[in-house]
């Protein structure tokens, strides 16, 4: 199958690494879906960037946990752009808290978030991908917590798990469609959710990671770009890493610490 990407949808693309995701795709010859949550501003900010690159954007609102109305959101926009060939799910997030203190509806509001919101963007992606039977991209932004845990992040660690395990399960029953599915789990990375943006990455010294630094939004988007390019056909059900060697860093990390610290702040 020649597959030729023109058109893609980049969920929560109104700031960080969505935006910056929407920016390269564009980059890349690629007309773009711009959603947004609650920052409309951003989003029609990260459209004027497409359009300078000389592609066409179409902006909507998106709330992944308004489960009745992300089907007819994603099939919009693909009906605006003419074709849906990269869906990016990126709209995610949580808060933390330990463990003990948690309570059901906590849980299930990021669980719903991370999980059961991306299980819906992907799925109407693929329903699309697969009517249409050009074949396609889906990638999932999920986090090194979907691998390693983080104390004080039980919903959000599980549900990225969760996200990994979708992930490769799909790409087994879509890949003799001409669909790849794959992750990329970002660690820390100098974005909004972090309070920071990205012109802090080269300024803030991390000495627990081996590039000793915060990542930049532009660094995660350019691995995404890579996965919904021609030049991906062969990668599925992957989960790239790209946290500057940071998940390498347990049994040293762990045998440097010099207080209980970490059990309360994760």
């Known amino acids: 199958m020649d597959f030729t990407p023109r ?15 929407a920016i390269a795709l564009a980059g890349a010859g690629l007309d773009v879906g711009v959603t947004w949550h609650s920052d409309e501003d951003g989003a029609n ?3 004027e960037e497409v359009r300078r690159l000389g592609r066409k954007a179409v902006v909507a609102q998106f709330d992944a946990t308004d489960f009745d109305a992300v089907p007819g959101v994603i099939t919009k926009l693909a009906e605006e752009l003419g074709g849906l060939d990269v869906f990016v799910n990126n709209a995610g997030g949580g808060t933390g808290g330990p463990f003990l203190d948690l309570d059901l509806d ?21 329903k699309l991908m697969t009517e249409r039977g050009t ?22 660690v599980a549900s990225k798990h969760g996200l990994e395990g979708l992930v490769k399960t799909m ?22 959710i972090n309070d920071m943006e990205g012109d802090e990455a080269e300024k803030t010294h991390r000495p627990g990671i081996p590039i000793p630094r915060p990542g930049k939004p532009e660094e995660i988007a350019d691995v995404i770009a890579f996965l919904a390019s021609p030049a991906s056909s062969y ?7 790209v946290d500057g060697g940071m998940l390498q860093m347990g049994p040293q990390a762990g045998s440097h610490l010099e207080s209980d610290a970490w059990r309360r702040d994760g």
């Open 7 to 21: 058109t893609a949808i980049v969920t929560a693309s109104d700031s960080g690494i969505g935006r910056a995701t």
């Open 45 to 47: 900010e990260t459209a």
């Open 106 to 126: 906590g849980w299930r509001t990021v669980v719903a978030l991370n999980l059961d919101g991306a299980f819906l963007g992907m799925h109407t992606a693929a």
């Open 135 to 156: 074949g396609g991209r889906i990638i999932a932004v999920t986090s090194v917590h979907g691998s390693q845990p983080r104390v004080g992040s039980a919903p959000y």
């Open 171 to 192: 790409a087994q029953e879509l890949g003799d469609r001409g669909i790849t599915v794959n992750s990329v789990a970002p660690g820390e990375i100098a974005t909004p």
């Open 235 to 241: 990668v599925t059900a992957a989960t790239w890493v």
